[in-house]
Each structure stands twice: as structure tokens, then as C-alpha cells.
């Protein structure tokens, strides 16, 4: 039993199902609580543009006042430093005499972990890091990681069914007070970014923070009753309740999967059990299964050749990217996407897919800086779901398919068979009838001109030949 000990939080910000802090407290008299914020985070990335932007960084700074809140209504507090983790934790944990450290292990940062692990060994310290990310537990799956199949279809079929969900941890209900001065929240300015503006049209008016994940839990299964029918809803582009929204909430680890899992089942046993309440559990498997990817192959996941170490094809176009980034490539599906992006930091999962084909196979752009901004964009991004997705449709990860693309017409009439997704988030197209909003330089001239829309002027003009889709 340790006299002290730190629960340094990471990207598990809850109280629920929280192993590492559950640990932490069972293993020691005194845990203090610790969150920092690292500059590395905030940096600039190659694409000119904050590693984390405004949205994320909300929704975190919203998270961990969540958090703050939670511990002090079970009589503690969080403790807030900024700094570089192998630095700050080591300093603190001798400054407080703690005998350990306790954190969960992330999936990317084993430099970063291991040089943490010396400097407190070096003082004595133990680290204990505890793996809680994924609804299966990485000991329980049938392989050592680096056997972890490499098609997800495999590592499915043969995980489930065979692999335990684990039994959720405790919610502790008592803590001992801080008796120490707990430092307090930065602001966004504080972290070099604008603020985050809140956008009327977004799927969501997001809040971070376990109190409003599990409120979104509750909602979309039990008071909007929306899991019967999640695999029919799932690929829409318009509205809260098309698909869970959850991804935000997991990503910084303010909802655990388990807790997920648990109320699927029991969604199941009170409600309906049918594919659709399956098939939110086999999303979550896709999320684990680009944990284990990442795990396993490290740092090339990040790579432009990825895991498969392909050499790709790729004209990078400086001003390409920025009519890709700023929705102006004329393809109306696709600046629609773009614009709820820009505007929300949140994009359906069918947006996602047709907005990085396109960037990839039809403008044929580097697909990591794709991936960048999404990174900087993205209220949920996580680094295995977003760069094991990336790489999954730039064909140098997972997808055992050669050359997968997206016939973006094709896409935009199946999924906005009405234009409606499309009049929603360009509203200067919106007299276009139809799906004819999708092809606006296909109309008539005379069609074209009695609307009043200038393409060109009012609209761009198409950057590629709509006519590739047409067959
Ligand atoms: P739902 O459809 O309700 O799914 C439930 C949960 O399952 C999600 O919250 C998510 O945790 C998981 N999930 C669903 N689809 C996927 C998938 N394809 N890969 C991994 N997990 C999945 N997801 C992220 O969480 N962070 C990212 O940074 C991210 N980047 C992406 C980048 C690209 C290019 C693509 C194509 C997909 C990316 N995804 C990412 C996956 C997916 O688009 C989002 O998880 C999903 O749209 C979030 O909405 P939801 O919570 O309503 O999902």
C-alpha cells in the first residue's frame, strides 16, 4: 500500500469505469489527481495549422471542468499544470513524496511513456499504466499484438464471441481533500487558439464532459429510442439522432465503450435486440480494431506509405488542398461536407469517407495532410480512428480491397437522393431542384439562368470533370 500516490488523467476523463483511478485509489492512502495540459498538443503541425484547434480544445477544457466538478462533489479536486508530462509529473511527484503514479497507456505515445517510466524510476516512483481504452481488453483478444490480423473481417470473426467485455470498474463515491493549491483551467487563449464559435446548423450543440456524455447516452437509447434502428439511420448526413454521436465523448475518454456495452445489452433485454443494436457494438469493435492496429505497427500508421509501406501516387497540389479545405471545389457534395466541418468540427461518418476519397483519388493529394486537418478540425479526433481510417481509404492500411473509390455522384445521390444535405449547408444553390443541386453545370443554361445562380460567381466552378462519374 503506497502512502501516496498520483492518477495522472490522460484520455480517460470519468469517473466511471475508470481502472487506472480505481487502482490508484485501492493501491494508496492519498491519490492526488492530476491533469496537464502538454504543449506538444497545441503545436503547429506541417499543414501551418494547431495540432488541436478550437473545437477539441473546448470540448476538452469543457471535459475537465466536468471532471473538476465530479471530484469535488466526492470531496477532492483536480490538480491543473502545463508542461511537457515527462517533466511536470516526475517534478510534482516528488515535490508531493508519492510512491507511484498511476495513468492509463495510450495506444501512440510509448517514447513519450517510457521516458516518463526512467525519470521515476530514477526517484523511485513506480508507474503503473493501465490499458482501459477499448471495449476488449487488449490480454483477452486471441493474439499477441503483433499477430493482430490485418483485415478487420478476421479479427472480428475471430475475436467475438471468444473475447469477454470486462466487468465495469466502480465509481469511487469518496475522496480525501486536496491539500494542496489545485491550479485552474487555462483559457483558449491561454492555449493559443481563437474561440471555438458555436454554429446553429451543427448536428449537436456539443458539451464535453462525462455528466453530458452519459445525458447523450440516455437520450439516444432510451428517451429517443434510436437504437432499433441505428443500422438503417446510420449513414445520414442531417440531424442528431442519424447515428449515436458518442465518438467525441470517447475519444478524450469521458464515456468509457463498457459503459456503452452495458446499456446496449441491457437496451436489448428491456427494449429490442435486433441487427441495429448489434451493429453499434460492431462500430465499437471497428474503433478497437484501429487501436490494435496502431499498437501494432507504431509510427508508420502516421506514415504517407503506411503500413503496407506503399509508395502512392500523389501530385500534392498546394492549391488543390486549399479549395479541398476551404469548400470551394465546385463538387457541391463535398463543399457541403466541408462546410459543416469547417463550421461544427463534426462530420458524418459518410462525409468523412467521400470527403478523403476525393481529396485522395480524385485530386490526389498527400493523404496525411488530409489527415492533419482533420486532426486540427475534429472535436473527436482520436489518432487511431482518424489516421487508420485515412489510411484505410488512401489503400496503404487495412483495406484488403486495391484501388476502393468513391464515385462522389454516385455517393451524393444515394445518401442526398432530395439535395437537401446539400441546400442545408449551401443555401446559394438552393433553388437547383432536386438532386439536381448535386451537378448544377449539367443544367440547361436557360434552366441554369432562370434560378438566377452564376456559377463561377456565385458558386465555384468545378475543379474536376463531373463527367468520370457519370457512367
Ligand atoms: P456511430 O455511427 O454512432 O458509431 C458509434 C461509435 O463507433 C463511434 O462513436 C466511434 O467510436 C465508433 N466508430 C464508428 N465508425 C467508426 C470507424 N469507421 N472507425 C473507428 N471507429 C468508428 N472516429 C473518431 O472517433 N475519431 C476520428 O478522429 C475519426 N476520424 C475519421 C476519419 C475518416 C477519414 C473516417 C472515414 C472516419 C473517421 N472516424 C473517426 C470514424 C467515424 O467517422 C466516427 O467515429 C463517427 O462518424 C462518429 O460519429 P458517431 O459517434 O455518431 O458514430
Known amino acids: 500500500m503506497h502512502q501516496r500516490a498520483i492518477l495522472w488523467f490522460r484520455n480517460d476523463l470519468r469517473l466511471h469505469d475508470n481502472v487506472a483511478l480505481c487502482e490508484a485509489i485501492q493501491k494508496s492512502h492519498h491519490v492526488y489527481l492530476v491533469y496537464c495540459f502538454d504543449p506538444r498538443d497545441y503545436a503547429e503541425t506541417a499543414i501551418g495549422l494547431p495540432k488541436t484547434g478550437p473545437y477539441r480544445a473546448k470540448f476538452l477544457l469543457e471535459s475537465l471542468q466536468a471532471l473538476k466538478d465530479n471530484l469535488q462533489a466526492i470531496g477532492s479536486d483536480l490538480i491543473i499544470r502545463q508542461g511537457i508530462p515527462e517533466h511536470v509529473i516526475p517534478q510534482l511527484a516528488k515535490e508531493i513524496k508519492v510512491q507511484a503514479v498511476f495513468a492509463s497507456k495510450e495506444v501512440v505515445c510509448e517514447e513519450m511513456e517510457s521516458a516518463l517510466e526512467k525519470k521515476l524510476a530514477s526517484e523511485g516512483i513506480a508507474l503503473s499504466l493501465v490499458w482501459q481504452s477499448t471495449l476488449l481488453h487488449v490480454d483477452d483478444i486471441p493474439w499477441p ?16 464471441g471468444v473475447t469477454p467485455v470486462r466487468e465495469m470498474a466502480n465509481k469511487p463515491c469518496c475522496l480525501p481533500p486536496l491539500d494542496m493549491e489545485a491550479g485552474s483551467l487555462p483559457s483558449l487563449e491561454d492555449l493559443g487558439l481563437e474561440t471555438a464559435r458555436q454554429d446553429e446548423r451543427a ?6 464532459g462525462e455528466t453530458a456524455a452519459l445525458q447523450r447516452l440516455q437520450q439516444y437509447l432510451w428517451d429517443h429510442d434510436c437504437l432499433k434502428a441505428y443500422k438503417e439511420t446510420r449513414d445520414g448526413l442531417l440531424g442528431a439522432d442519424y447515428s449515436s454521436k458518442f465518438s467525441a465523448w470517447l475519444a478524450n475518454g469521458s464515456l468509457s465503450p463498457r459503459m456503452i456495452y452495458r446499456e446496449v445489452k441491457r437496451y436489448e433485454q428491456e427494449r429490442t435486440k435486433n441487427r441495429s443494436t448489434y451493429w453499434l457494438i460492431f462500430e465499437l469493435l471497428w474503433r478497437d480494431y484501429f487501436r490494435f492496429v496502431a499498437k501494432k505497427y507504431g509510427n508508420k500508421l502516421l506514415q504517407p506509405e503506411g503500413l503496407k509501406d506503399k509508395p502512392v501516387d500523389q501530385c500534392n ?13 465546385g463538387v457541391p457534395f463535398i463543399d457541403a461536407n466541408m462546410r459543416e466541418l469547417n463550421a461544427t468540427g463534426f462530420l458524418s461518418n459518410r462525409g468523412r469517407q467521400n470527403v478523403a476519397s476525393f481529396l485522395i483519388k480524385d485530386l490526389r493529394v498527400n493523404w496525411t495532410w488530409g489527415a492533419l486537418y482533420f486532426e486540427s478540425l475534429l472535436i473527436d479526433h482520436d489518432v487511431s480512428s482518424n489516421w487508420g481510417n485515412w489510411s484505410y481509404i488512401a489503400g496503404v492500411g487495412n483495406d484488403p480491397r486495391e484501388n476502393r473509390y468513391f464515385n462522389i455522384m454516385s455517393q451524393a445521390k444515394r445518401y442526398d437522393p432530395r439535395g437537401e444535405y446539400v441546400r442545408y449547408w449551401i443555401p446559394e444553390l438552393s433553388d437547383l431542384p432536386g438532386k439536381k443541386i448535386h451537378y448544377p453545370t449539367a443544367l440547361p443554361a436557360a434552366e441554369l439562368a432562370a434560378t438566377g445562380i452564376s456559377i463561377g460567381k456565385d458558386y465555384p466552378k468545378p475543379m474536376v470533370d463531373f463527367q468520370k462519374w457519370l457512367y
Do not use: H
Not at 448536428?203 to 464535453?208: A, I, T
Not at 486549399?322 to 471545389?329: D, P
Open 317 to 329: 497540389d498546394e492549391g488543390s488542398f486549399k479549395r479541398w479545405k476551404n469548400a470551394e471545389t
Open 203 to 208: 448536428v449537436l450543440p456539443y458539451k464535453g
Open 145 to 160: 499484438i503483433r499477430n493482430v490480423p490485418d483485415v478487420f473481417s478476421q479479427f472480428r470473426k475471430e475475436a467475438e
